[in-house]
């Protein structure tokens, strides 16, 4: 019950501080039922997680992840999802990255050393480079996989590869999927997972009149 | 008082006598101590800790000694998803095993990449390894884990084992 009162006591509280001291750096913000989100310049995460961190409170960084708006410039995205456990408060920041070749983003590691894993991680999937990281290597595939899985130009099978002694990897065969469920109040065998496709007629009102 | 010796047979260990193939004993003895090695490698392992404990008891069919070293072990049970990640150090543990040995691909993981059609998973064991045996369920339930084992022992029995082995001996004479 000792809360430091100077520190912000809500996410709203939290947000109008960093739009006070970083008017230029914040292009938009959202607030959706107590949560907030603030859309910054890529080249000013460093200084407003530091703020964050060293003004607000927000001494634990609960997560890093990347987004692939395919098909949109800019293409890449990454989100900050910061938390204070002195005051409850949860922060979201977020970045585009301009360029969809060769995505570089700013490490956190030196502000939050839980960084380093999720930069790693972003980093295998998705391809995004972190300046400043001390270790950017692979983390769930292995060094020399040519690809990056989680971009949305990635097939769902995989794409055949071949590290020679360290691991190989084969397409594999979809036999005329990917099979997926759909949300339904239908019967079973409405809701089990079959071959459906974008731009396949939505099951519910399709199936629900044959159940 | 007068010794008799035997001469071919003694009537002594009659009816103790079996007289059968080399194959036949062989396999019968193999088949008796398979001593597994368990590739857990996910849920499945779980169901294969179940089959050797008390409730299930794969001791029953001989097969209770699991030895975590390959070298020591007469079947791999590839129990769970095999990533190509770690597709190369299952290869590695089977070949490190001696011969004769056998495989039993445990669930559809390890038998087809079960639901994993994905760029990470290998689409079933046997594209690296010669399996005898796929037990199916996801994960399959500690009955069927040692129906598939009494399946391999039944292979087993059928094996030319001597012939397998030794045919340069036996093409020598």
Request: hydrophobic share 40%; proline share 7%.
């Amino acid at each position: 019950m000792s809360a430091d009162s100077s520190l912000p006591q809500t996410a709203a509280e939290a947000a109008s501080k960093v739009r006070e001291q970083f008017a230029e750096a914040v292009v938009a913000g959202t607030s959706f039922r107590g949560e907030e989100t603030l859309a910054l310049q890529l080249d000013a995460v460093a200084k407003v997680s530091k703020f964050c961190r060293d003004a607000l409170g927000f001494d634990y960084l609960v997560d890093i992840s990347s987004l692939d708006h395919f098909g949109q410039d800019p293409r890449f995205e990454l989100v900050y999802e910061l938390y204070a456990m002195e005051t409850g408060v949860h922060l979201r920041l977020k970045a585009l990255i301009p360029g969809d070749i060769d995505p570089v983003g700013p490490s956190v590691v030196d502000l939050w050393p839980t960084a380093d894993w999720h930069e790693r991680e972003i980093y295998d999937m998705m391809g995004i480079r972190f300046e400043g990281h001390p270790n950017l290597t692979r983390i769930l595939m292995w060094e020399g996989y040519p690809f990056y899985p989680l971009r949305k130009d990635f097939p769902l099978e995989g794409k055949p590869s071949e590290v020679a002694e360290v691991a190989f990897t084969a397409a594999a065969p979809m036999a005329g999927g990917p099979f997926v469920t759909v949300p339904t109040d239908g019967i079973t065998n409405v809701r089990e997972p079959r071959a459906r496709r974008a731009g396949d007629e939505p099951p519910r009102g399709k199936f629900l009149t044959e159940s | 008082m007068t010794q008799t010796s035997p001469v071919a047979y003694d009537s002594k260990i009659e009816g103790n006598v079996i007289f059968t193939r080399v194959d036949a004993a062989i396999n019968w003895m193999r088949s008796n101590s398979l001593w597994p090695m368990p590739m857990g490698l996910a849920c499945c392992a779980i169901e294969l800790m179940a089959a050797s404990s008390s409730r299930f008891d794969i001791s029953r069919f001989g097969s209770e000694v699991m030895r975590f070293s390959p070298r020591q072990s007469d079947v791999m049970i590839v129990a769970g998803t095999v990533t190509y990640k770690m597709a190369y150090a299952v290869k590695r543990i089977w070949d490190q095993m001696p011969e004769p040995k056998w495989c039993i691909a445990m669930g559809a993981c390890a038998s087809s990449g079960g639901m994993y059609r994905s760029y990470a998973v290998l689409q079933g064991i046997d594209h690296l390894l010669p399996v005898d045996v796929y037990v199916s369920g996801c994960p399959p339930r500690p009955e069927a884990l040692l129906d598939g084992l009494m399946k391999l022992q039944k292979k087993i029995m059928r094996e030319p084992s001597v012939e397998d082995q030794k045919r340069s001996l036996i093409e020598s004479l």
